[in-house]
């Protein structure tokens, strides 16, 4: 599975940017999707995700109520629409798949994307 994200780039505090990723190579609707990511000097983290079967989704308590994340099917992607950006939303953003249900863990991924940059501007 092949996934190549597109979106990021730089946003003001309080802004909104619309992270979204492509996939091929793979079964899509059968993969959980979602996104994590990673600042300087911190590590890698968990941001959202949504489950292949249900469409349910999961968020971080950090982004929880500001950033949404949405998958369709037959267009093979994944979005990710961040609101109310605050400085420490800055980070490489990476998209994942995960065969199965998600688990916010970095070892439980089975697909990374390259990542994508984003920097909140105060």
């Known amino acids: 599975v092949q996934l190549v994200e597109s979106g990021g780039g730089l946003g003001r505090a309080g802004g909104s940017l619309r992270l979204s990723c492509a996939a091929s190579?793979?079964?899509?609707?059968?993969?959980?999707m979602g996104w994590f990511r990673q600042a300087p000097g911190k590590e890698r983290e968990f941001v959202a995700a949504?489950?292949?079967?249900?469409?349910?989704?999961y968020y971080a308590d950090s982004v929880q109520g500001r950033f949404t994340i949405t998958r369709d099917n037959a267009k093979n992607t994944v979005a990710l629409l961040m609101n109310n950006l605050e400085p420490w939303d800055a980070a490489v953003y990476y998209c994942?798949?995960?065969?199965?249900?998600?688990?916010?863990?970095?070892?439980?991924?089975?697909?990374w994307g390259q990542g994508t940059q984003v920097t909140v501007s105060s």
């Open positions: 994942v798949a995960i065969v199965g249900l998600p688990i916010p863990r970095t070892g439980a991924v089975d697909y």
């Open positions: 190579g793979g079964s899509f609707s059968t993969l959980s």
């Open positions: 949504v489950t292949w079967n249900s469409g349910a989704t």
